[in-house]
Nanobody, 124 residues
Framework: VQLQASGGGLVQAGGSLRLSCAASGRIFSRYAATWFRQAPGKEREFVASMPWSSGSTDYADSVKGRFTISRDNAKNTVYLQMNSLKPEDTAVYYC??????????????????WGQGTLVTVSS
């Protein structure tokens, strides 16, 4: 699976952005899709995940209620709608995928496929 993330940019606090991650190469609907982020000087952290089958979702507490992950399997694309952005959301955002096994997995080490990252900067 090849992943291509896009949609990052500069936004003021309280604003919104939508990230996209386009997949190619495999049947994307059979893969769990997840967003991670990495702020300067910090470790990569889990943001949101969506397995292929149920449509259910998993969110980090820090983004719950503000971010929404969704996917369009017909377009092989996963999205991250980010609302009420805060300066602490500033980071490089990465999409990642792993073959779906029905489990929610938050560890980045379990994901073999990664996009190149897209920078989100939230100004105060």
């Amino acid at each position: 699976v090849q992943l291509q993330a896009s949609g990052g940019g500069l936004v003021q606090a309280g604003g919104s952005l939508r990230l996209s991650c386009a997949a190619s190469g495999r049947i994307f609907s059979r893969y769990a899709a997840t967003w991670f982020r990495q702020a300067p000087g910090k470790e990569r952290e889990f943001v949101a995940s969506m397995p292929w089958s149920s449509g259910s979702t998993d969110y980090a507490d820090s983004v719950k209620g503000r971010f929404t992950i969704s996917r369009d399997n017909a377009k092989n694309t996963v999205y991250l709608q980010m609302n009420s952005l805060k300066p602490e959301d500033t980071a490089v955002y990465y999409c990642a995928a792993r073959p779906s096994d029905g489990y929610y997995v938050r560890s980045s080490q379990e994901y073999p496929y990664w996009g190149q990252g897209t920078l989100v900067t939230v100004s105060s």
